[in-house]
């Protein structure tokens, strides 16, 4: 089935731990993007990519990197994980990133992980 | 400053019409989007504005005012699977997404 997969489904961690968070689509999409959602708050852009070999930093990127080495996958790395990043991470694709219907993203499961 | 408005909850009843407002103020506008989540899973998408006017989608409708700032949707002829979040989400001149908080919305039988 076309779409968006993340591993792991749930994580617990402990403080201070390096952890990735995994994400693949097969849309062949050009953009995508990591979000994180807190209660409360609307989603918060982490990083973006807006094709293979390029990415971009968001609303909320201390503590976390990617890369995109390839259309489909884009990683999400916490090198030193701290209890306040502890949320349900979203990995979404668009089509194009540049204006218009085609930016329409689309969310893969989730990812609910939760740092001690 | 960049800012998504919409209210935190409202409740219905199975059967009725509900109107979900949005308002923004964001650096440019490249468009408007309406999301539904239910509890525990990921977004998914439901319509997309960018010319003034009304969008209808089946039991849904979007509405776009570019000069208010201003959008809502409609959902019409409520079912309790209808129960969910409803995220409003403004395209900004960057192409990034800028998202509203969500609003609850429960379904009463």
């Known amino acids: 089935i076309a779409g968006i997969t993340q591993a792991p489904t749930s994580q617990i961690l402990a403080a201070g731990r390096r952890m990735t968070l995994r994400c693949t689509q097969d849309?062949?999409?050009?953009?995508m993007y990591w979000y994180r959602q807190d209660l409360g708050l609307g989603l918060r852009l982490i990083h973006y990519?807006?094709?293979?070999?390029?990415?971009g930093k968001g609303e909320v990127p201390d503590g976390y990197s990617v890369s995109r080495a390839n259309t489909d996958d884009f990683p999400l790395t916490l090198a030193s994980a701290v209890p306040s990043q502890t949320s349900v991470y979203f990995c979404?694709?668009?089509?194009?990133?540049?204006?218009?219907?085609?930016?329409?993203?689309?969310f893969g499961p989730g990812t609910r992980l939760t740092v001690l | 400053g960049q800012n998504i408005d919409q209210p935190t909850e409202m409740t219905a009843t199975e059967g009725a019409i509900v109107q979900i407002n949005c308002t923004y103020q964001t650096s440019g506008f490249n468009g408007l989007f309406w999301y539904q989540q239910h509890a525990g899973e990921a977004p998914t998408f439901l319509s997309y504005n960018v010319l003034d006017g009304l969008e209808e989608k089946g039991r849904f409708s979007s509405f776009l005012s570019r000069s208010k700032g201003y959008s809502y949707l409609l959902l019409k002829e409520l079912q309790m699977k209808d129960s969910a979040s409803y995220l409003c989400a403004v395209l900004d001149s960057n192409y990034q997404l800028i998202w509203g908080a969500g609003t609850k919305l429960i379904i009463k039988p």
């Open positions: 849309m062949r999409h050009n953009a």
């Open positions: 979404a694709s668009s089509e194009a990133a540049s204006g218009g219907a085609t930016d329409t993203q689309y």
């Open positions: 990519s807006n094709t293979a070999g390029t990415t």
